[in-house]
């Protein structure tokens, strides 16, 4: 088997990693493939072993020159690839390369190697997905779940206490509770890795803090300067949208949108509540909230759209697979993509906005009677931070979900008390978004 090369590939939480460091810890004479990025060093990262670091443009002259068996990149200036002198080099010192690659690189490894390459395919069974679901359940014991389910009951109900009162003190011990169970929780689910890290894998398998950290960073870079750059130009008038909305017209309007959308109201229900959200039983039975600003239309309206998404994939699973491992969301960010598909990329669509605002006239008359169609579509892709995540633009949204992802970090990490959370929230918001968090109920709470 000396000089072959294998190339594993397949979608994240197959397990792909677990093999490959099983195989890896046996007697087969096997090297990882160090590939080559154009990302900076962290850490204690060292040139040649964990990568190969080249500039953008030292790996673009690369690639010009063909020295690459397969590349991509990744975000802009962020490329990854595979040398093939290093491969080279590697099967003539006798050894068996391992590749950890997604398809297309792998396509590219095998097309350039031929026989000399074997390629694999990991497709997770339902089978590893009972089994992972099973001691999921089983490594936290029993009495801590149930005392950690009590707290999160007893810890939604102290927050709509302190955000009514606007007093993040009444919060605060719980917040830390519910910090200090997650970081144990942590442990028991992969001692191995850095709590956070662990679990982020529970919620989005193969996702870690690398990996979002340059996510994050590439979209930090890209959108600060460019949002404060709108915010100098003449803004778009969207006064209209924050004139007296009735709660009573809002809901009518609602049920609309939720027929406009194909919700089967037999087995999708809209209720009303703080923050909105979706609850699922089968099916057969999904559940839809929303909030009813009497001063902001677009509110409700872009949360019934975006949980209407969630709803929608709930109600397109299969009835063979009900009740199995399988039913559900495949995953948080799968799950979270649907929403988002028909809140923005539908539901800020000229095309949509034009089929449905002759009969959001009829419903808001007073209010949207001298408004044009073009106008309402302008007004509700505006690019204007704020203060609320689920209201925020297309263009902010990101912003919102970065400051949340920082202070968690720092919070599991064990860098960040609960106490100090509403410093850093204001901290952050003024540094990404530009605004001023005026207290804890319009901020952290």
């Given amino acids: 088997m000396t000089g072959k090369l294998i190339i594993f590939s397949a979608p994240s939480g197959s397990g792909k990693s677990t093999l490959i460091n099983y195989l890896m810890g046996q007697d087969l004479n096997l090297a990882f493939s160090i590939s080559a990025t154009s990302r900076p060093p962290r850490g204690t ?27 991509e990149e990744v975000y802009k200036d962020r490329f990854y690839g595979t040398l093939k002198a290093q491969v080279e080099k590697q099967l003539e010192a006798g050894q068996n390369v391992v590749f950890d690659v997604d398809v297309h690189g792998g396509c590219h490894i095998k097309e350039f190697y031929g026989d000399r390459a074997l390629s694999m395919f990991i497709q997770p069974p339902s089978v590893e997905e009972l089994r992972r679901s099973c001691e999921q359940l089983t490594r936290i014991p029993a009495e801590e779940y149930m005392a950690y389910k009590e707290l999160c009951n007893r810890a939604d109900d102290v927050w709509h206490k302190a955000k009514a009162q606007d007093d993040f003190a009444l919060f605060c011990p719980v917040l830390q509770e519910l910090v200090d169970y997650n970081r144990r929780f942590a442990g028991y689910y992969d001692a191995s890795k850095a709590p956070y890290d662990a679990l982020l894998n529970e919620y989005e398998r193969g996702v870690d803090m690398e990996k979002l950290d340059r996510f994050f960073e590439t979209l930090r870079e890209g959108l600060v300067p460019l949002i404060r750059k709108i915010g100098e130009k003449p803004q778009i008038d969207d006064s209209f949208l924050h004139q007296e909305y009735p709660a009573a017209q809002q809901k009518a309007f609602a049920d609309y949108l939720m027929e406009v959308m194909g919700l089967d109201r037999r087995h999708c229900g809209l209720g009303e509540t703080e923050h909105p959200f979706t609850l699922e039983f089968n099916n057969k039975d999904v559940r839809i909230t929303t909030n009813y600003d009497e001063h902001n239309v677009t509110s409700s309206m872009y949360s019934v759209l975006h949980e209407g998404g969630h709803a929608l994939y709930e109600l397109g699973i299969r009835d063979d697979l009900q009740y199995t491992c399988l039913a559900g969301g495949v995953s948080m960010g799968v799950h979270e993509s649907q929403s988002r598909f028909y809140e923005n990329l539908i539901g800020r669509s000229r095309p949509f906005v034009e089929a449905i605002f ?29 203060l609320i995540r689920i209201e925020a633009d297309e263009l902010t949204y990101c912003l919102h979900v970065m400051v949340r992802y920082e202070i968690e970090k720092q919070l599991i990490g064990g860098t960040l008390e609960a106490k100090d959370v509403p410093a850093v929230w204001a901290k952050l918001y003024k540094e990404y978004l530009d605004v001023e968090v005026p207290n804890d109920r319009d901020g952290c709470l």
């Fill in 358 to 386: 002759p009969k959001m006239q009829a419903f808001f008359p007073r209010q949207l009677g001298g408004v044009s169609a073009e106008q309402f579509y302008r007004a509700v892709n505006k690019a204007q931070p704020g």
């Fill in 45 to 71: 990262e060292r040139d040649g072993v964990e990568y190969f670091f080249l500039t953008p443009e030292e790996f673009r002259q690369r690639i010009a020159n063909g020295e690459f068996l397969e590349y």
